[in-house]
T-cell receptor, first 115, second 111 residues
Framework: EAGVVQSPRYKIIEKKQPVAFWCNPISGHNTLYWYLQNLGQGPELLIRYENEEAVDDSQLPKDRFSAERLKGVDSTLKIQPAELGDSAVYLC?????????????FGPGTRLTVL | GQQLNQSPQSMFIQEGEDVSMNCTSS?????WLWYKQEPGEGPVLLIALYKAGELTSNGRLTAQFGITRKDSFLNISASIPSDVGIYFC???????????FGDGTTLTVKP
């Protein structure tokens, strides 16, 4: 069975450009998470979805970040415009439901470099 | 907000040696989790702890949920080269919708 799929794996852009990351969770997983991981740090939750509903987006910088999970399956995280400080790894994870939050499966991440 | 302090920040050991790392918090958690992350991959859950004082093993890995609920420990016995990676602790409270991660302990094992 395929794990969490993310694309692209790497992205290099210039500041002020837009960028989008895509995530396809494990089939049947209702809960989807987007995390930000800065170099030398642990992941920090940006947003959590239950099916198509964003139930926790308190850590998402809404002035430039947006996310959607329209059909409750795959999800897209967008940054517009990107800033130098956005350079990081963006991780997606999924779990069967929020009750099994501890059993999250992470994707390999998208490494973003903003020049 | 809640912060987790992991130590040591990095470790360089010889193959076959045992490893100990720990995680402390300024506040209590109801759940402690330990993950391993290898280069270019996402974290993978190693051990989950749900009860104060609990000691749980997963192969050569053993983790403990501290009695005070403010700390947790991970031990790796007889390390091997494939143990190389970054080990993260994470704490979560029962009603919280997210885990708080530490900054990781980077483990290097010399053959």
């Amino acid at each position: 069975e395929a794990g969490v799929v993310q694309s692209p794996r790497y992205k290099i852009i210039e500041k002020k450009q837009p960028v989008a990351f895509w995530c396809n969770p494990i089939s049947g997983h209702n809960t989807l998470y987007w995390y930000l991981q800065n170099l030398g740090q642990g992941p920090e939750l940006l947003i959590r979805y239950e099916n198509e509903e964003a139930v926790d987006d308190s850590q998402l910088p809404k002035d430039r970040f947006s996310a959607e999970r329209l059909k409750g399956v795959d999800s897209t995280l967008k940054i517009q415009p990107a800033e130098l400080g956005d350079s990081a790894v963006y991780l997606c994870a999924s779990s069967l439901d929020s009750g099994r939050m501890d059993e999250q499966f992470f994707g390999p991440g998208t490494r973003l470099t903003v020049l | 907000g809640q912060q987790l302090n992991q130590s040591p920040q990095s470790m360089f050991i010889q193959e076959g040696e045992d490893v100990s790392m720990n995680c402390t918090s300024s506040s209590i958690f109801n759940t402690w989790l330990w993950y391993k992350q290898e280069p270019g991959e996402g974290p993978v859950l190693l051990i989950a702890l749900y009860k104060a004082g609990e000691l749980t093993s997963n192969g050569r890995l053993t983790a403990q949920f501290g009695i005070t609920r403010k700390d947790s420990f991970l031990n790796i016995s007889a390390s091997i080269p494939s143990d190389v990676g970054i080990y993260f602790c994470a704490g979560r409270n029962a009603n919280a919708g997210k885990s708080t991660f530490g900054d990781g302990t980077t483990l290097t094992v010399k053959p």
